[in-house]
């Protein structure tokens, strides 16, 4: 399974590492773009990529792990 994250907190970080453990992929994005995550991705090895909130919402599953307060920017159409 693809797994895409929007936000790459320690939330994220976490749902990312048990994932890859279990053979999944991750996608994780956050709001200043694919290269602030580059160490991240490194650490976490080849099952995980960086990439734009948009392609990483493309996922088989999406993990929304922003601040409560960030709701409306990263899924406009919600309603917190």
């Known amino acids: 399974m693809r797994i895409g994250t929007l936000g790459a907190g320690t939330i994220a ?3 990312a590492r048990h994932a890859i ?3 999944h992929e991750v996608v994780l994005s956050n709001s200043r773009g694919p290269a602030s995550l580059a160490p991240l991705v490194k650490d976490l090895g080849a099952r995980a990529t ?3 909130p948009a392609e990483a ?3 088989d ?3 929304l792990a922003v601040g409560w307060p960030q709701v ?3 899924a406009p159409n919600s309603r917190p």
């Open 72 to 74: 409306p920017d990263v």
């Open 57 to 59: 919402a493309a996922a």
């Open 61 to 63: 599953l999406v993990v």
């Open 50 to 52: 960086a990439a734009t």
């Open 21 to 23: 453990r279990h053979g």
């Open 13 to 15: 970080q976490a749902i």
